[in-house]
């Protein structure tokens, strides 16, 4: 039976077109601008936003999708599927303005529920696909149910990562100098992990990154009571594949059944830089 839903996020939760078809996922773009042009978010080689940076010493600005897009969306979906309800599973509200534009382009619009994730990137990403297991599973759920579902997902979920680099953090405004001179001289680098919507850096680790990978994985795991069954290791641009090779081995000693890769797009890119890796996993 099919479902009587339409999931919507942005494509800051950095769900690939191939993800999104396989589970019927609408996709709405953020933005991320270079200089006086703005371009939408998978649009374009995540390199492009580290040449940028490099030859012009500006780091690309990203933007959330303005009502409009969604106005767009919803409209499109709603005269082709008007029978269905599309409910919109939003990037963090507290990290971007996406999550207020949506509510105002639903306005007048009972058909479309929003629901803040609390979530960026492939955690929000991630629970946009479980919730698509859901309905796929329970295609009768009420609207109560299945927004129930997803409460119950948010509590679970659990995303880190670590930027290999705070260059572009700190030109992005979002680490001081300071604080930036005294990681670089100490070889620091920041775990930083989503807690109620807000990036928060909550440990720093000692060492290179191909240190670091590997032993988070097992620590991450054991702190949060991660469920085996799966892990997701993010990664962005730039990493080196050693990183990726010790990272992946260390899940497989570990136990997880299904380990997968998800590269980081062109929001969260902008923000952490090349070479970030993370880990996304849900509780027991």
Request: contains cysteine.
């Amino acid at each position: 039976m099919e479902s009587k839903y339409i999931l919507v996020a942005e494509s800051g939760s950095d769900i690939t077109r191939e993800l999104a078809e396989k589970y019927g996922i609408v996709i709405v773009p953020m933005h991320v601008s270079f200089g006086e042009t703005t371009l939408d978010d998978g649009s374009f080689p995540i390199q492009k936003i580290f040449d940028h940076y490099e030859t012009t010493g500006e780091l690309p600005k990203t933007s959330a999708c303005n009502p409009m897009d969604f106005e767009k969306v919803f409209d499109e979906l709603h005269e082709r599927y008007p029978e269905k309800h599309i409910l919109h599973l939003a990037y963090s509200a507290v990290t971007t303005c996406s999550f207020q534009n949506a509510l105002i382009a639903g306005e007048n619009r009972p058909y479309i529920t929003s629901v803040d994730t609390e979530n960026v990137s492939v955690g929000q990403g991630m629970i946009v696909m479980r919730t698509a297991e859901y309905l796929n599973d329970h295609p009768e759920a009420s609207l109560t149910e299945v927004l129930a579902e997803v409460e119950r997902l948010k509590k679970k979920i659990h995303m880190c990562f670590f930027p290999d680099t705070l260059v572009y953090l700190k030109a992005g405004g979002r680490v001081s100098n300071a604080a930036y001179l005294g990681a670089k001289v100490l070889n620091l680098k920041p775990m930083i992990e989503i807690i109620e919507g807000k990036l928060v850096s909550t440990q720093k680790k000692r060492g290179s990154m191909l240190f670091i990978a590997p032993r988070i994985v097992a620590k991450y795991a054991e702190q949060y009571n991660l469920s085996k069954e799966e892990i997701i290791l993010l990664w962005s641009e730039g990493i080196d594949p050693a990183v990726k090779e010790k990272a992946e081995k260390a899940a497989v000693d570990y136990g997880f059944k299904s380990i997968k890769w998800m590269e980081t797009g062109g929001v969260v890119s902008t923000h952490g830089g090349p070479g970030c890796f993370g880990i996304v996993a849900f509780s027991e």
